[in-house]
């Protein structure tokens, strides 16, 4: 099995998502369960964004002892040297520098030529690595920058003295095919890649950061960057809950295996909804309220005789205490029974009939049927007969 580092970038990209901001104190929180989640890095922040960034990343870095604490920084010195103020006490500082690669963004966003772009990463670089032993560089909109372009100033970026590659998919333009190959171009064409790690950062504005994320992966990647629920700008991030999950539960297909205590994951994603006000929508993978939740009779019958009749994921494994047969319309007798027997009632044959008809009849006028419904149905039933 070959270790996949985890970058995770909730308080940064996450924080990024419209509506959130988060104070000190709640950066402070998460990165604590962050650290407990068992993530291999964590980007606290952009300090030079705002005074109240640069605090919050201050009071990370001199907390957090046992993961990586990162902020980013653009190529510009001030940055650098504003993000080594806020990071200096870090018993494992890292820098994040990162600059645009694509046409349109050296264009019309930076107004620069490409030699311009490489001659400024590469000194960014070696400025950064001054006071950063750990440094990472992201082409950001690598996906749609030249790729012989890309791999010359990698090549550049890497002898400067980067230690951590990484490219982007910042607008969440690639596919798993497309992506997996630039990997493996990268892989294959770069003379120095070898030196560094190579990461993967994908935006899911298609759908498809999972599994861009995974082609990452397959074809070289040996890191990935993503956020808690999937928050981020736009359509987020990749969900690292989602990919972690992914990659244990298909680990007879895919011989890689991250660091994190995948039981605490429900915990991580219920701090990190409830600080950034940013709700889980009820069926999103691993931490939607009804991601183990059973409502058709043919599948709650399954699942009384054996859960992984219609489970792949126990809930224990991600930190959600029990699955849930949700008792609506298409449920059938063999969930309510139960339901009802969790109350201490038993039925007769003729008993349960009775009541499962009224059960019924009400989930006509109710979507969900709660424990006081069924208590009330059960107690006429026995008080009646
Ligand atoms: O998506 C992106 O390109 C970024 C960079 C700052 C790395 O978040
Ligand atoms: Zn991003």
Redesign the pocket.
């Known amino acids: 099995m070959s270790q996949i580092k985890i970058f995770d970038?909730t308080l940064r990209?996450g924080e990024?998502s419209p509506g959130v901001n988060l104070n000190k104190q709640e950066k402070l929180e998460i990165a604590r369960q962050l650290e407990r989640f068992g993530v291999d890095r964590m980007e606290a922040g952009f300090p030079a964004s705002s005074k109240g960034d640069f605090e919050a990343v201050k009071a990370i870095a001199d907390t957090i002892k046992n993961t990586s604490v990162i902020a980013l920084a653009r190529a510009v010195k001030s940055d650098i040297d504003i993000a080594w103020d806020a990071l200096k006490g870090a018993e494992k500082p890292a820098i994040h520098v990162f600059l645009a690669t694509s046409p349109i963004h050296m264009t019309y966003k930076l107004k620069k030529t490409p030699e311009e772009v490489m001659e400024t990463a590469a000194s960014m670089v070696t400025y950064a690595k001054q006071r950063f032993s750990e440094v990472e560089w992201s082409a950001e909109d690598a996906t749609r920058s030249d790729w012989n372009f890309l791999a010359q100033i990698i090549e550049k970026v890497i002898d400067a003295g980067a230690t951590v590659i990484n490219l982007?998919d910042?607008v969440g333009y690639t596919t798993p095919k497309e992506y997996g190959e630039l990997f493996r171009f990268i892989r294959e064409t770069v003379p120095n890649i070898d030196q560094v790690s190579l990461s993967c950062?994908c935006?899911n504005d298609l759908g498809l950061a999972v599994a861009n994320s995974i082609a990452a992966v397959e074809n070289g990647a040996t890191q990935v960057?993503g956020t808690i629920n999937g928050i981020?700008?736009r359509a987020g991030?990749v969900s690292l809950e989602e990919l972690a999950v992914a990659l244990k539960i298909r680990s007879d297909f895919y011989p890689y295996e991250t660091g994190l205590k995948l039981n605490e994951i429900k915990r991580t994603s219920d701090l990190v909804s409830k600080l950034t006000g940013m709700y889980v929508q009820a069926n999103k993978a691993i931490v939607g309220r009804n991601a183990f939740a059973h409502e058709s009779g043919i599948h709650q019958d399954g699942v009384l005789k054996n859960a992984e009749t219609y489970e792949i994921i126990t809930p224990e494994m991600v930190g959600v205490s029990s699955n849930n047969l949700f008792l609506g319309k298409h449920s059938g007798r063999h969930a309510f029974k139960d339901r009802v027997k969790e109350f201490g009632i038993d039925f007769t044959e003729d008993e349960l009939k009775q009541a499962f008809d009224q059960f019924k009849k009400l989930t006509d006028h109710k979507k969900e049927v709660t424990d006081d419904d069924l208590y009330t149905i059960a107690m006429e039933v026995k008080t009646d007969s």
Do not use: S, V
């Open positions: 970038t990209d990024q982007p910042t950062h935006h960057e981020g700008e991030n």
